[in-house]
């Protein structure tokens, strides 16, 4: 399902290329002042980008708007996309594993390597859509959801103990021992009412978290 | 700045060395109490405060601001501001840069034709021709600053120069150093760079006592601190000017400053830089642009306004560390020049962080778990 714009939609417009719009073909971009928003299978959305890096039109910014159910303003999603592009230094579409790294408070977060996963590659609507769930709009229930995604590594819909294992190996190092952290897994395990078998849905991560919302928030600076 | 001796071994790394504990400065993501009390299944499932942390890396973080060079607003944007805007295009490019470009070649003129030969003939009387080459590179300095139309305002008393004595200033463009060399003969320590740049710096530079060194040898940082000291030590050498952020920043932020200038047992006189970004940003970033291309981007405009203030110097307190005091000064430099301090190193612009930090925070992580596992 590839998103074409309408050529008729704004002046901005006017100046992208028919290929990036009739085309198929991985448009990479070589114009500096130009990019387009590619994803690497090949089908893609064109946006024009002037020098300065708030170029895009209103059309694009309610396209992201709803791909991220409206989670943020538009503002916001400007200051969004202007992080987006000093991330990606090459203008390639999406920001690649060593850029996230570049940034040395990510780098230096225990979870870093489980959400490079999750987050290398994608293209400026999947950005905004992984981030929705650190608005401070956001329900419960999406802000849970990213959790739950980050223990599913698998992406199978379910969490093992082995699962919650491993994320708290992630966060603990070599500060606990393998044996604390069973002790610790099966204590909670048992007293939540599940065994060491026992697999978690999205659904009972919910309910684990009942009606509080766990405090995710962060602000995006809007200058 | 407390000694964090206390409670973590710390890796003897080169790079941990050289900075205070981080996490002084930076925001701690988990501002919630510690929840006490027994261990619940929410509490090891719920990783939202490291997610936070995380979320507010990748959405804005104080290390990538100090390398952003803000595009200057467009004002051209009219039907009456858009010619303006053309004829003054056409007046810098066609008027001003082949007058500029002349005079920088005037200048080199004179300074070749004066410095070869004295550097094959006064080969004898050391001294006489030391203060001449010295003269000559002021001279030279001068045509480049010429030739940006550079307009640069000198605060404070200008630097004697005396033995034991270090200049650190802040860092924003290889041209900070042409700047201060104008006024003053400096022998620089810098970074080696390839093309014409590097030839400049091994034949006219090498006159002035500069110091190479390579970021990318691992050994390198010893015989740099042997080199940094003897220079300080012998007494006809230029005053020594170290650039202790050791990399560019963009003029609005400061990064920590390295240690190494602040061990040498000497004075410290601090110069604070800054430029007025109204005529040009005089970021070199050096990612994006080469030297040539960004010494060819002050050449087209109008001017390079920057102050400059020689501050007043600075020894080492008793029982101050060599780290608290870089801090000191650093936080002279940048109250003096109106810029904000950052507290990350500015090589992590060429590598990772170690794995120091991370380790800190699973440490603090652990044994918050292993404290509710006991209370029961």
Known sequence: MSEFLDPTDSPSVNTIDLETVVGSTYYSGDDSTRRTLSRRNGEFEGVKMGNTSSMLTQYDIEEVQGHCQDLFEQQEILSLYQRFCQLDRNSKGFISSDEFLSVPEFAMNPLSQRLLRMVDGLNFKEFVAFLSAFSAKASLRQKVKLIFKVYDSNCNGKVSSKDIMEVLRDLSGSFMSDEQREQVLSQVMTEAGYTSDSFLTLEDFIKVFGSCKPEMDVEIPVD | ?376
């Open chain 2, 1 to 376: 700045m407390s000694n964090t001796a206390g409670k973590l071994v710390t890796s003897k790394s080169e790079l941990d060395l050289d900075h205070p504990y981080i996490e002084d400065y930076l925001p701690s993501g988990s501002t919630i109490d510690e929840p006490r009390g027994k261990l619940s299944l929410r509490d090891l499932l719920d990783i939202s405060p490291t997610l936070t942390e995380a979320g507010g890396a990748i959405v804005d973080d104080s290390f990538t601001r100090c390398f952003k060079s803000n595009p200057p607003e467009p004002w051209n944007w009219n039907i009456y501001l858009f010619p303006l805007w053309c004829f003054g295009v056409v007046v810098r490019y066609c008027i001003l840069f082949p007058l500029r470009c002349f005079t920088l070649a005037f200048g080199w003129f004179i300074f070749l034709s004066t410095f070869i030969p004295l550097h094959s003939l006064l080969k004898g009387h050391d001294r006489l021709s030391k203060k001449i080459e010295r003269l000559l590179v002021e001279m030279i300095c001068s045509f480049f600053v010429a030739s940006w139309t550079g307009v640069v305002k000198y605060h404070g008393p200008r630097p004697s120069i005396r033995p034991k004595q270090v200049y650190v200033a802040n860092h924003t463009s290889m041209i900070d150093f042409i700047v201060l060399e104008q006024m003053t003969p400096f022998a620089v320590i810098m970074q080696k760079h390839p093309g014409w740049v590097g030839l400049l710096q091994s034949t006219i530079l090498e006159t002035v006592g500069c110091i190479w060194f390579n970021r990318s040898e691992a050994k390198d940082r010893e015989i740099v601190a042997r080199k940094l000291r003897d220079h300080v030590q012998g007494t006809d050498n230029n005053p020594l000017l170290i650039f202790p952020e050791g990399t560019c920043v963009n003029n609005n932020y400061t990064v920590m400053f390295k240690k190494g200038a602040f061990e040498l047992d000497c004075t410290v006189c601090p110069i604070a830089i800054k430029y007025n970004k109204i005529f040009v940003d005089a970021f070199w970033n050096s990612r994006k642009q080469s030297f040539t291309m960004h010494l060819l981007q002050l050449m087209t405009s109008w001017a390079v306004v920057c102050e400059v203030w020689y501050l007043e110097p600075q020894t080492i307190r008793p029982g101050e560390t060599a780290i608290e005091f870089a801090e000191r000064v650093r936080d002279m430099i940048s109250l003096r020049a109106g810029l904000k301090k950052v507290p990350w190193d500015g090589y992590l612009k060429y590598s990772r962080p170690s794995s120091k930090h991370s380790e800190r925070k699973q440490q603090s992580f652990a044994e918050s778990i292993l404290a509710r596992l006991e209370a029961k």
